[in-house]
């Protein structure tokens, strides 16, 4: 079997028809889907039995919820296919990625990386997409990925799990699963897979789409810890980076900006007292590391954005990244990307 495609579920009843039909619409029967229901209390878990007794190649399991991690990890004891996929329920797939990439992938190929598009829908329809493109095509080895990987993070597309594909054997070789965290499974997950990586390959088309901000999802709420779990992440890339000898003070200081704007993007949508808003933000500015970031006249933040940080004016920066959002969803174009997809 070629395919093994993870799908953790959990109360996604709403989400899950598009989901799986997007897999079954491919027409690719060399693959088994494993959905995982991870505890679900609406009715996820009857959809997930009803699609089992109607498709051969689709098993369902029912498991308690221990969260996502939990659930990825019994479907990769479970998986059968010589390739791991993971989707999200609450996403979808688009394209023939299953038929597309079956010559791509060989023994040889530890991981695969494709582009996917953000989506933005309100009352399950679309208002806005924007496409996340790699910045180079095709295979690579190891020597060549380590000298790629700054450019390949600045992208925005290494820290997530399900626009890559996985060789099983490699996982286990290594004895690679999921680690079990609050915020940030997938970015330890990854950077496992990255550190033992021998053959990369990466495709420019987008095979995916990512519902951005869903209600009740990790990304539409606001987690005071997100920003201190994702330094502490960024610790982890740099000690790998020193590993390699490819350590970089500037790529450090321009993924702390954008963990800094992208929770202060999050914060400003919140349904929340604009008191609360400015406490967030302030609380975020004062944490060392964005201190000295903010203390630095040539950083990579915007200089007014700075400037008003600097000066503690974080109203204005809040309505200045409200009112950034609202453009972006008015015009589909426009796209402000974030480092972090949880």
């Known amino acids: 079997m070629k395919y093994s495609v993870i799908i953790p579920v959990y109360n996604v009843e709403n989400y899950l028809h598009r989901c799986i039909n997007s897999i079954l619409v491919q027409e690719y029967t060399d693959l088994e889907i494993l959905l995982i229901d991870n505890g679900s209390t609406d009715s996820s878990g009857s959809i997930c039995d009803t699609y089992a007794s109607e498709y051969s190649n689709i098993s369902v399991y029912h498991i308690e919820n221990h969260g996502v991690s939990s659930a990825r990890n019994f479907g990769l004891a479970k998986a059968q296919g010589e390739f791991i996929c993971f989707v999200d329920a609450d996403d979808y797939l688009v394209g023939n990625l299953f038929s597309d990439m079956e010559n791509k992938l ?26 996340k493109i790699l910045p180079i095509e095709g295979k690579k080895d190891r020597n060549q990925f380590i000298a790629l990987f700054t450019e390949l993070f600045l992208s925005d597309m290494m820290y997530t799990v399900w626009n890559k594909i996985y060789r099983r054997e490699f996982l286990e070789e290594h004895r690679i699963m999921f680690e079990q965290y609050e915020l940030g499974e997938d970015v330890r997950f990854n950077l496992k897979v990255y550190e033992r ?12 789409v990512y519902i951005s901000g869903r209600v009740g999802s990790a990304m539409g709420q606001y987690n005071p810890k997100r920003m201190s779990c994702q330094l502490e992440e960024l610790g982890k890339i740099d000690q790998l980076m020193m590993r390699w000898n490819i350590h970089n003070d500037q790529f450090i200081d321009q993924i702390k900006a954008r963990i800094l704007m992208s929770n202060i993007q999050n914060i400003s949508i919140q349904n929340i007292s604009l008191f609360l808003k400015r406490r967030y933000v302030e609380t975020l500015c004062k944490n060392s590391e964005m201190t000295a970031l903010l203390n630095q006249v040539d950083s990579f933040l915007n200089p007014l954005v700075r400037f008003l940080l600097y000066w503690r004016m974080y109203i204005a920066v809040i309505f200045l990244k409200r009112l950034q959002m609202l453009l972006k969803w008015r015009h589909p174009s426009f796209h402000n990307g974030v480092p972090y997809k949880y």
């Open 106 to 131: 060989d023994s040889e190929l530890d991981m695969l990386v494709f582009s996917y598009y953000n989506s933005i829908e309100k009352n399950f329809s679309e208002t806005a997409r924007s496409a």
């Open 197 to 208: 990586v021998n053959s990369i390959s990466f495709s420019q088309t987008c095979y995916y």
